[in-house]
T-cell receptor, first 114, second 116 residues
């Protein structure tokens, strides 16, 4: 089955700095890579996703890049703000197939220092 | 999202007892999932269901049983709870393939289970 590894496990940045979280996946058939944000005591929520036919996707201060050859993808957050503090999970799946369940990474706790 | 609800939100039980966690969604999503969240392990898939009466094992199914007699409900049962099953359990659902939002998981608020 799919295996997703995520690094770092914790990340502390100063407000205004950029943050980068990296993930690798093992199954070359995976074609869908979402990122979820989980605030303390809350449920995970989708913040951005990318399909395997796209190399980069941006949404305001967040962006995701995908390198299919190397089987890794990354989340980039620019101009970080205290409200970005949360746990971020990457995930992978085979989109639009019967085996579409997401395999998650172990999470990155991001702390943005004011 | 009020469309997917879990109950109970908090549960304390003893080793060996049977526990059922309920999950109900109002969107008629075809796919439903159960994940457990433990520190250092992220979210691990226990079971999922593609439609009523169709279920499949995930990464960590041992000790759990699921059923899906109706599209909107997907209960998770721990037949004989163990301390290692102390965790936060999240139910999620997603839309049918081909529809807008397919593949996006929407999570319930979670059920925190403590097994003593």
């Amino acid at each position: 089955g799919e295996n997703v590894e995520q690094h770092p496990s914790t990340l502390s940045v100063q407000e205004g700095d950029s943050a980068v979280i990296k993930c690798t996946y093992s199954d070359s058939a995976s074609n869908y890579f979402p990122w979820y944000k989980q605030e303390l005591g809350k449920r995970p929520q989708l913040i951005i996703d990318i399909r395997s036919n796209v190399g980069e996707k941006k949404d305001q201060r967040i962006a995701v890049t995908l390198n299919k050859t190397a089987k890794h993808f990354s989340l980039h957050i620019t101009e970080t703000q205290p409200e970005d503090s949360a746990v971020y999970f990457c995930a992978a799946s085979k989109r639009d197939t019967g085996r579409r369940a997401l395999t998650f990474g172990s999470g990155t706790r991001l702390q943005v220092q004011p | 999202d009020a469309g997917i609800t879990q109950s109970p939100r908090y549960k304390i039980t003893e080793t060996g007892r049977q526990v059922t966690l309920m999950c109900h969604q109002t969107w008629s999503h075809s796919y439903m999932f159960w994940y457990r969240q433990d520190l250092g392990h992220g979210l691990r898939l226990i079971y999922y269901s593609a439609a009523a009466d169709i279920t499949d094992k995930g990464e960590v199914p041992d000790g759990y049983v699921v059923s899906r007699s109706k599209t909107e409900n997907f209960p998770l049962t721990l037949e004989s709870a163990t301390r290692s099953q102390t965790s936060v359990y999240f139910c999620a659902s997603s839309e049918t393939a081909g529809r807008a939002g397919a593949n996006v998981l929407t999570f319930g608020a979670g059920s925190r289970l403590t097994v003593l």
